[in-house]
């Protein structure tokens, strides 16, 4: 059963984006730092009235001015699902995705999308340690596992100063120590979940239908055919033509001109 799309209101999370996005409007013309508020106000006020096509117009540009947050990537997603434009929708919900990888809303509506993509594609199994790591890394974004540190830095600090000033210094310092080491393990935590949202190889197939080659031409052996929104990797690339594997293993090249990159 599909269950109906929900919809969010206008909310900048992350603590980076957030920083920045304030940083970079305090720099900015009174009138060009409202823009992107009013936008989202104005696409809020078209999705609810049935305007899907005029809403996903309004968050592309939101986006294109910079603000490549989850909620508005998550919204647009929605706005291509009502408009039946499957590519488009799963694209988006996993560019939310990778922002909030636990968002459970951004996750039932990619899952819910994805009961429409034609290919069924089931992924080769992988050893439990590896997904119950990256399971843990992906429990919060770069932006939250950089403030965990930003907090844990600033006990230490608090523990330092009591070691320095107050006397209590065993303890001070051996949890002081801890709690740098800690921020260390978050810092770590948050570098290697920024790589992985800025990762590039992943895309999503958004023609119709297209077949995947056996080599990187349009004489290539048509080893199978793929239907719009399905996910795979990028491996290559040779001039126009980019190699590709699937969650199952398959191989094989396809046309860069077909598919978006997440």
């Given at each position: ?79 291509y699902y009502k408009l039946n434009t499957l590519n488009k929708a799963i694209v988006n ?170």
């Open positions: 059963m599909i269950v109906m799309i929900k919809y969010r209101k206008y909310i900048f999370k992350g603590g980076l984006n957030f920083i920045l996005a304030v940083v970079f409007l305090c720099f900015s013309s009174a009138a060009f730092s409202q823009q992107p508020a009013e936008l989202y106000k104005t696409a809020s006020q078209l999705y609810k009235a049935g305007q899907f096509d005029q809403a996903a117009a309004d968050y592309e540009k939101i986006i294109s001015q910079g603000y490549k947050t989850a909620e508005v990537y998550y919204n647009l997603g929605n706005c919900y996993e560019r939310a995705l990778k922002l909030a990888p636990q968002d459970e809303d951004v996750q039932h509506n990619l899952a819910v999308a994805n009961t429409k993509v034609v290919d069924k594609i089931v992924p080769v199994p992988t050893l439990a340690i590896l997904n119950a790591w990256d399971s843990f890394v992906s429990f919060k974004s770069s932006n939250g596992w950089a403030l965990l540190a930003i907090g844990f830095i600033w006990l230490a600090l608090v523990f330092f100063a009591v070691y320095l000033f107050v006397g209590i210094r065993r303890v001070s310092f051996a949890l002081g120590s801890v709690f740098v080491v800690v921020s260390l393990v978050f810092i770590g935590l948050a570098v290697k979940q920024s790589n992985k949202e800025e990762q590039t190889d992943a895309a999503i197939l958004m023609v119709s239908n297209s077949y995947v080659k056996s080599a990187p031409d349009a004489n290539g052996n048509d080893q199978f055919m793929l239907h719009e929104g399905v996910k795979f990797q990028i491996l290559d690339r040779v001039g126009e033509w980019s190699k590709i594997r699937l969650a199952d293993g398959k191989v094989g090249w396809i046309e860069r001109s077909s598919y978006e990159k997440i």
